[in-house]
């Protein structure tokens, strides 16, 4: 009994790790793109590096920014102002608090998604007309004020009155948690930060951008913008999101991929199986008769078996169709020769000397969304294929071991799998993600279950027949009596 409960909640938690990629996995990429606002993934990240820019050298400009909308033909692009100050705060008559202010212009909402509780976010006209206004988030309402009703009242800022024009829902989703710096936000006009604080800089710009494919064709076109205006592209960090995302979902079709070719694979050892069967069981006949004969007399059989061939080979096209995708590798990652030893090793050499060159850079909140969405995507894609699979194999041998049908079984399954589902949906509710469910990919994990089943329940049969076979005596006409299925290859 203790063997039995074992192998059910080893196989339980392989079908959990394994759908956790699919779903949770799926829910983190689709909240990463609503962070990202309006515009979504489809943007270029420039910001400035900090820890060789102290001085604000390579600070942007407004004629920067006019010169860089001229030059990409362009007006959709969004700069940040961030304070040099470290300890920056904001009081009202009664309270004064640590804050966490930044500059931002109107278009800044299309490419950071915010969720106005009350009030508006900072207009076109207010950032021209340079206006003493501020958007803050509830948090920092509800501390100041005791109300998140806090349109219209006052805070100040380095010694500015500044009137309160909307507040920001503060989200609780799992991305926004991790990346949270635990201090309450404050926007105002990224011009007014500029003239009332010496030590402001624009330091990180948001352009909007199409999917240019897998070139590093929009990098480019940055790049050769930047350097047009006169600044030097490698003091900056340029991120294309479009190809960012396309890797994060790249680990999910991989996962997918890994599993359906599994399958495959699966149903290709069956497949050859049944060409054996059926080879041996025309050979052995043709013997002592002649083919038509034989094919007459075992016309059941070889029918059986055209017909699971043909079965075997539709499902080999549907995985394919299901788990078939074009794969993306960047192309700083491959060698013009592929055997180039010194490629390889001046690119492990460039990956650690910008690691340690970028000891000290503070990423803008929208790169802080991206970086920690795909290390969230990646532990699930390791746990997943690595925990998950060493569960479910596991599970499936000790299941071999017990006396269990495959009608049974199947049905066992099937609830582990919902049940699997549930739990998951109840835990992407509890974290605030979005409950997505791929159906594509579902239905290659379950499938992926269904195949083992049957060669679990199929081996133990054929095991049993075996050990029959060699207690009775076996008539010469048995040998074309068998069915034709899975286990009369193995």
Known sequence: MRKRKVAWILTFSGILLMLSLIVLGNGLVVESSQLNGDYSMEKVLVSVKNHIDLQGINAFSIDDIKRLKRELATEEISYTVQSGSINTSVSNDSSTLP????????????????????????????EEEGAMVAVIDEELAWKLFKTVNATGKNIDIFGNVFRIIGVVKKDDTLIEKVTDEGLPKVYIPSEVILDIDSTSRITALQIKTDNAGRLDENVTNVSTALRQIGQNPSNYNIIDFNLRYELMEQLLLLFVFIIGMISIFILMVHAKNLIIKLYSLIRDGCKTDYLTN??????RIIATCFFEMTGVSLGIILFWLGIRFSPYIPSHYIPDELINISYYLDLIKSVIQGGIQDMGYVPPQSELI?????????????????????????GFREIKTLN????????????????????LAVVAFMIKLPFILDVKSILVAWAFIFLNILQITNRKESDVKNVEKNNVSINGSDDYSEPCSLRDGE
């Open 294 to 299: 034989v094919i007459k007399y075992h016309r």
């Open 404 to 423: 269990v049908d495959s009608n049974r079984l199947t049905l066992i399954f099937a609830l582990f799998f919902l049940l699997s589902l549930g739990m």
């Open 99 to 126: 804050v966490r202010l930044t500059g931002v212009d109107h278009m800044y909402p299309l490419f950071y998604g915010l969720m106005i509780e009350e009030g508006s976010f900072i207009t076109r006209q207010q």
């Open 370 to 394: 991206l970086n920690a969405t795909n290390i969230m995507v990646s532990l699930l894609f390791w746990i997943s294929i690595v925990l998950g699979s060493l569960l479910l194999y596991t």
